[in-house]
């Protein structure tokens, strides 16, 4: 019989629960913010190169490892730590002015965001750049 939907026992024996996780954890916000950069990278990526076919799949196979690179991601967050049953995830706000732990020591949320994001954003700023370049220069 086919199940769509799996009992909650399924998962038990890979979840930890982990006091805190959700007062001093990275916000999920943040790891959205990144899947987005990615995604708008991607975006741009079809925009400028994808003009004919063999583009096309060259573009299709760089979407499959990206999707398969972000679920493992995406995997890998739901298998991490989870939050005790209860406890209150804190507000996006809170976590920018709030502690983030990390490896070696603990950092606002703030910091924590821009050691995500600023490298991806800076990436998918020059993608587009790099694609307007090629756009352009092939019209003149």
Same mark, same amino acid.
């Given at each position: !019989?086919?199940?769509?939907?799996?009992?909650?026992?399924?998962?038990?024996? %890979?979840?930890?629960?982990? @006091?805190g996780?959700?007062?001093?954890?990275?916000?999920?916000?943040?790891?959205?913010g990144?899947?987005?950069?990615?995604?708008?990278?991607?975006?741009?990526?079809?925009?400028?190169?994808?003009?004919?076919?063999?583009?096309?799949?060259? !573009?299709?196979?760089?979407?499959?490892?990206?999707?398969?690179?972000?679920?493992? %991601?995406?995997?890998?967050?739901?298998?991490?730590?989870?939050?005790m @049953? &209860?406890?209150?995830?804190?507000?996006?706000?809170?976590?920018?002015? &709030?502690?983030?732990?990390?490896?070696?020591?603990?950092?606002?949320?703030?910091?924590?965001?821009?050691?995500?994001?600023?490298?991806?954003?800076? !990436?998918?700023?020059?993608?587009?750049?790099? &694609?307007?370049?090629?756009?352009?220069?092939?019209?003149?």
């Amino acid at each position: !019989m086919l199940t769509l939907v799996h009992d909650v026992d399924d998962y038990d024996a %890979i979840e930890r629960t982990a @006091p805190g996780v959700a007062s001093r954890g990275v916000h999920p916000g943040a790891l959205l913010g990144l899947v987005g950069i990615y995604a708008t990278m991607l975006t741009s990526f079809w925009t400028f190169f994808a003009r004919d076919t063999s583009a096309g799949l060259v !573009m299709t196979m760089v979407t499959v490892l990206m999707i398969v690179y972000f679920g493992l %991601i995406v995997g890998g967050i739901l298998a991490a730590d989870a939050a005790m @049953p &209860g406890e209150r995830q804190r507000s996006f706000r809170e976590f920018l002015a &709030g502690p983030v732990e990390t490896l070696n020591d603990v950092v606002t949320g703030r910091q924590a965001v821009i050691q995500m994001l600023f490298l991806p954003a800076c !990436m998918a700023v020059l993608a587009a750049v790099i &694609g307007i370049i090629a756009r352009v220069s092939q019209m003149g």
